[in-house]
């Protein structure tokens, strides 16, 4: 699960997800042929609740056994390692970039999915591209979740799908983004193991697999020299195949930056409302979920005398999921160190 699957699906499947929403317009197509890119390199620390996500291969974060399927879950601290990268090339002539790795917008959201695509810059000036996703490092979720006072045993998580993009809509700052995933588990048995006597039927509707549908609309609006807003709306289906598992969700983020030429700074909000398809076998109501989150991120420009660049960049992190079901609860808060380089 790479921080990207341990944050970010926290917020977007509640399983695992971060800020649900795109902080930055896509980024425009450079004039000159040649490579682009960056790779970031450093660590986080993070404090998480949850009683879903086991971690991944680089660090764990939930608690094996639990006294109660009806409790709040409670905290786990772990340093886990952070590398993210993004390479391009710009064929000019055609106006034409392909690209691997994991954008820059991402990183600021600690959202390290993997990808690999193509952006074309189209008459009109917008940008049009088409990539594929994929999950880097899976993450560790529990086979199944709800069993007390024995040791719960982990599983992976992973999905892939398809992005599409167009940006600089009517060459203005206005982006839209569409984004597919088929989630899968090694081993998905909710409900089966922890002798809670549901039938066949019920444990069916606690399936953590299937699709998961995202729309993102954004626009950047540039004031002064060096300060930009991006308010931004979206729209999540997981379609999964429990249906008290399946839900919708409505979001909205605000992002504000600021460009220097010593430092710069990067600080985002958001809120999802999340309404789940049906009734939960185990609880005997259906779920409801508020989730709210913020970070704050620096960059230190040519720290120490380095040459251009490299920056030093510092981040803190907040989320909450407040349910109307206490199992389902999370917290997450966490801050981060690393070396990046812009190349």
Known sequence: MKIKSLIGKLVLA???????????????IPKE?????????????????SNMIAGNSLGDIGKSVIDSIYDSPDSETDFLPMFNCEFRYTFADTRTQIYAGNALEDFLRFDFTGRAGVRQEMADSSVVGAS????AIPAEVWEDPYME???RKETDRSSQGLALTWGNILDGNLDLRYTWRKIEIDD??????????LTPAERALLD?????????LLYKWDFGDKQYLVPSLEYHKFDL???????DRYGVQLTYGYNGDQFSLVAN???????????????????????????????WHRPFGMPKGWSLVASVLGYKTDANIDFYETDVVGTSLSVFYRF
């Open 14 to 28: 509640c399983v695992l997800c971060i800020w649900a929403s795109a902080a930055f317009a896509i980024q425009p």
């Open 33 to 49: 042929s040649g490579f682009s890119g960056f790779m970031n390199i450093g660590g986080v620390y993070l404090d998480v609740k």
């Open 132 to 135: 594929f996703v994929f999950t």
């Open 149 to 151: 006072n024995r040791s």
């Open 188 to 197: 998905e048995r909710s409900g089966t193991l922890g002798g809670l006597g």
């Open 208 to 216: 953590r697999e299937g699709n998961h549908h995202r729309v993102e």
């Open 241 to 247: 195949d429990g249906d008290a598992m399946a839900n």
């Open 269 to 299: 909000g958001s809120y999802l409302y999340a309404d789940y398809d049906t009734t939960n076998p185990i609880y005997n109501k259906g779920r409801e979920d508020d989730i709210y989150g913020g970070s704050l991120t620096g960059f």
